[in-house]
């Protein structure tokens, strides 16, 4: 039987980067139908002191990465997050849903119950076991970086809907 932190990460994780890939094709080709500049979707925020959308999504694969890394007992990866077309951050998210499919599902076991600690802002440090950091943690900033990158590009004409937000399930 497959780990339950598995069944609850990887598939989710797995299934909502997939609709953010589609629907920054659609805002890409929203961009090119409608003649914007594709940087004016890439750097649009839904208010100034909120980041933009090619930090949205660096952001939800940050999380995708590190919160899957942590629960499996692996190194986290970094990527250098600089992206700034389009095709760069569907690159992006098809390098961390590459990551987190070589992540077997048996390093999952005891997942649940590992220590994880994190480093939000130094010298804050937090602890969590890995149930409590996937569910309190993990997932709620991972959907708050996915659904803002919706919101921002719906925000800004770009025809998608939920069906889209949801991906292939």
């Keep these: 039987m497959t780990d339950a932190m598995y069944t609850s990460s990887i598939p989710v994780f797995r299934q909502m980067l997939g609709g953010l890939a589609a629907i920054l094709a659609k805002a890409e080709a929203h961009a090119t139908e409608k003649n914007i500049e594709p940087a004016a979707l890439i750097q649009a925020r ?10 949205q999504v660096q952001i939800a694969c940050d999380f995708a990465r590190g919160v899957s890394a942590r629960l499996a ?9 600089d992206e700034q077309t389009f095709a760069q951050l569907r690159d992006l998210i098809a390098r961390t849903i590459a990551f987190i499919d070589g992540l077997a599902p048996a390093r999952f076991e005891g997942g649940a119950q590992r220590e994880i600690v994190i480093r939000p802002g130094t010298p804050k440090e937090r602890r969590f076991t890995g149930q409590a950091y996937l569910l309190s943690y993990g997932l709620p900033q991972f959907f708050f970086h996915v659904t803002t990158a919706y919101a921002l590009l ?16």
């Design 46 to 55: 839904l208010f100034p002191d909120m980041f933009p959308l090619a930090r």
């Design 73 to 81: 007992g692996a190194e986290v990866p970094k990527f250098d997050d």
């Design 154 to 169: 719906r925000h800004n004409g770009v025809e998608i809907g939920k069906r889209d937000y949801m991906g292939q399930y």
